[in-house]
């Protein structure tokens, strides 16, 4: 199993940075591909990015590839999400998933989800 706590939200005017952490404890974090996921009121739940644990490849959705970027540090068992250029429409929940799929795109590839971080985008 594991538990998974995010932090790293808050309020930015566009055009600004954050990073998210998602900080693991359980099982070896090195063995599951993280995933990150957002939730806007009133919508659905929908993939950002995600970093296997076998070779490390990432993945980005189309709205976020080139301002968005997720890496890990497996000595520290955390996730990360460096986001740059941030716009209004990247206001959401943010939420970090585990997986031990070697790629996770989809809500349903995950196992094991963080309570989320509020992400807002000043315009």
């Known amino acids: 199993q594991q538990q998974l706590v995010e932090s790293g939200g808050g309020l930015v005017q566009a055009g600004g940075s954050l990073t998210l952490s998602c900080a693991a404890s359980?099982?070896?974090?090195?063995?599951?591909?993280m995933g990150w996921f957002r939730q806007a009121a009133g919508k659905g739940r929908e993939f950002v990015a995600a970093?296997?644990?076998?070779?490390?490849?990432?993945f980005y959705a189309g709205s976020v590839k080139g301002r968005f970027t997720i890496s890990r540090d497996n000595a520290k068992s955390t996730a990360y999400l460096q986001m740059n250029s941030l716009k209004p429409e990247d206001t959401a929940v943010y939420y970090c998933?585990?997986?031990?799929?070697?790629?996770?795109?989809?809500?349903?590839?995950?196992?094991?989800w963080g309570r989320g971080t509020q992400v807002t985008v000043s315009s």
């Open positions: 359980g099982r070896t974090f090195s063995n599951y591909t």
């Open positions: 970093i296997a644990w076998r070779g490390g490849g990432t």
């Open positions: 998933a585990a997986t031990r799929k070697v790629v996770g795109l989809t809500a349903s590839d995950y196992d094991y």
